[in-house]
């Protein structure tokens, strides 16, 4: 099935939305601090840059190469998600991405896009607690993305937006603990480990029970280690 576009599909109520967005900007309250989060006028804007990646929302035209990576099982072994992902699926969870916002509670998912080759190669998922202060981030990128740093640089960008940008005041992370990949970006990026939680998920693939690494920072140990912002 391929994803609804065209006049009453989903571009139409995107580009409905991108209008009302482009002239509201929404003011949140956090705490003793109220931050303004100007609203993305245009949904094919990037959200983030980065030198070599651009994170912006998800498209219909993300669907296949989504589904390529989500269905290989190497990236999906130490995932909960569905996997292999029918041609379907992948049509339905991109549209269900791509009608998500970045400033509401609950699941944002960033496509991640290669800034010279306009590919996807990945995405980042920050699930936003209804307080606003906290997140919870993963990330994936296809295998023949992997091993050149995008990961660090992705992540990297994420955390300076969350903390710097938005004034988050904690994220999360968790990962199975045989995914080393997973546990040496977050250790690069400065998440620590706070502990570990036996048999704590079920991997739907296989029925095993699985032991996961859990992962903190915090605003401040952030700051403290990362260079100044250029
Ligand atoms: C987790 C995951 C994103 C990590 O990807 P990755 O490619 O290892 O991470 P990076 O993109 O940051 O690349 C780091 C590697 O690239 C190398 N590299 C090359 N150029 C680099 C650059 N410019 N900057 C930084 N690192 C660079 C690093 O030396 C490092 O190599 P090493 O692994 O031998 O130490 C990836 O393994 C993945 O998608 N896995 C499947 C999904 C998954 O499990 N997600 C985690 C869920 S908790």
Avoid at 66 to 72: F, G, N, T, V
Avoid at 91 to 107: I, T
Avoid at 114 to 133: I, K, S, T
Avoid at 192 to 220: A, H, K, V
């Amino acid at each position: 099935m391929n994803a609804p576009t065209g006049p009453g599909g989903l571009d139409e109520a995107l580009a409905t939305r991108d209008q009302d967005l482009s002239v509201r900007d929404q003011d949140l309250a956090v705490g003793d601090q109220a931050l303004s989060v100007r609203a993305q006028p245009c949904r094919a804007a990037p959200l983030i840059e980065t030198p070599r990646l651009l994170l912006r929302h998800f498209a219909p035209h993300d669907a296949a190469p989504l589904r390529a990576y989500r269905s290989d099982p190497v990236v999906a072994r130490y995932q909960v998600w569905r996997s292999p992902l029918s041609e379907q699926d992948a049509a339905e969870q991109v549209l269900r991405y791509a009608s998500e916002r970045p400033v509401d509670p609950g699941w944002f998912h960033y496509a991640v896009e290669h800034r010279g080759e306009g590919v996807l190669v990945g995405d980042l998922a920050v699930w936003l607690d209804d307080n606003l202060r906290q997140a919870e981030v993963g990330f994936t990128l296809a295998p023949a993305h992997q091993r050149r740093g995008y990961g660090t640089e992705m992540v990297t960008a994420l955390l300076d937006h969350l903390f710097l940008d938005r004034g988050l005041h904690r994220v999360s992370a968790e990962c199975d603990t045989r995914n080393t990949p997973s546990a040496t970006l977050l250790e690069r990026v400065g998440f620590r480990r706070e502990g570990l939680r036996p048999e704590f998920s079920l991997n739907p693939r296989t029925g095993q029970w699985t032991d996961t690494l859990i992962y903190g920072l915090l605003r401040r140990q952030y700051t403290a280690a990362r260079a100044p912002r250029r």
